[in-house]
């Protein structure tokens, strides 16, 4: 996976996405507030499709914002260049995204009341969407080889580093109160019930129209749509819309269409041999 990088305390971010500076900022400067959410995601698990379901669930069901804001305006990532311009058009609650491992997440979200919202995808699919991904984002180069991209994933090398250590290094918190965590597999399974699990742990009460709205206005055909949602309005320099969409095609099990059978059953043991100290299973898991 070949796009410009520099390590910051062991983990790969993207030259022109990040500064040490920036990083530096989101682990030891950024004031978190008692109300803020953070969308925290591995990037390719639906961190665009929390942010859509949690801004919808602030403004009880009304898509006003979501109809005339960019998707990556509304809740910016805190980790990269530009947030601080950015920070200060948001409203509170803030809805804050980010991909950071939990080593580098912010000190002081760790002494107040905040809480993090934490959305996982199947790995296999996270490494299609992302494969998918290089083609149209600007700082990758496209990744060709397959078979490559994979082993880059599996040894870390991609941006935000090693997607193992990061569902290991979040699901420490998963006992704490102030974290809720998801798959993409459940969101896509039950939209409804997964909106109402949201709305009880952020202690927001929707009545039955604005949770449908939530819903309907989450769904994959409305994001897609929707401009401000959809990141067609980020320049052609930035996301080359010619070469495909960011929302792509939305599903799970896409990775059945690109992993041969070698591919399917060395990725499955080295998921066991990396994941087995966490004895957890997840809702995609067969
Ligand atoms: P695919 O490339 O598999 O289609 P992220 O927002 O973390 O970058 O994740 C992007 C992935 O989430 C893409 O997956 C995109 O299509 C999918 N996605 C975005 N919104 C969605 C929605 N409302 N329903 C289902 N999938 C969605």
């Known amino acids: 996976m070949s796009f410009d990088h520099f390590e910051y305390k062991g983990v790969r971010f993207g030259v022109t996405v990040h500064t ?21 995601t591995y990037p390719k698990s639906g961190t665009n ?11 009880e069901g009304d898509t006003t914002v979501n109809q005339c804001v960019p998707i990556y305006e509304r809740s910016p990532w805190y980790e990269t260049l530009g947030f601080r311009e950015l920070q200060q058009k948001l409203t509170q609650p803030r809805i804050i995204s980010s991909h950071l491992p939990q080593q580098l997440f912010a000190k002081s979200f760790f ?7 934490y959305t996982m995808r199947n790995p296999k699919d996270v490494i299609v969407s992302l494969f998918h991904f290089t083609k149209i984002l600007y700082i990758y180069k496209d990744a060709e080889n397959f078979e490559e991209f994979l082993n880059d994933f599996i040894n870390g090398n991609a941006l935000y580093g090693s997607w193992f ?10 006992d704490d109160s102030r974290f809720f965590y998801i798959t993409y597999e459940e969101l896509l399974k039950d939209p409804r019930g997964s909106v109402v699990r949201l709305c009880k742990f952020l202690g927001k009460k929707l009545d039955d129209a604005q949770i ?29 819309h010619t ?40 809702f995609w898991e067969k």
Request: overall charge negative; charged content about 30%; cysteine-free.
């Open 212 to 240: 449908d709205s939530v819903v309907k206005h989450s769904s994959f055909s409305s994001m897609k749509e929707n401009k401000m949602s959809n990141w067609t309005q980020m320049p052609s320099e930035v996301l080359d």
């Open 20 to 40: 040490e500076e920036s990083l530096n900022y989101a682990e030891n400067e950024f004031e978190v507030l008692d109300d803020d959410v953070f969308n925290v």
């Open 243 to 282: 070469k495909g969409s960011f929302l792509r095609k939305g599903i799970s099990g896409d990775w059945k269409n690109h992993f041969t059978v070698a591919q399917n059953e060395y990725f499955d043991k080295v998921y066991q041999e990396k994941m087995k100290d966490l004895n957890m299973s997840f």
């Open 49 to 59: 499709w929390m942010i859509e379901i949690l801004n919808l669930i602030k403004y």
């Open 111 to 117: 002494k107040s009341k905040a809480k993090i919202i």
């Open 165 to 174: 250590e990061h569902i290991k290094g979040w699901m420490q918190m998963k």
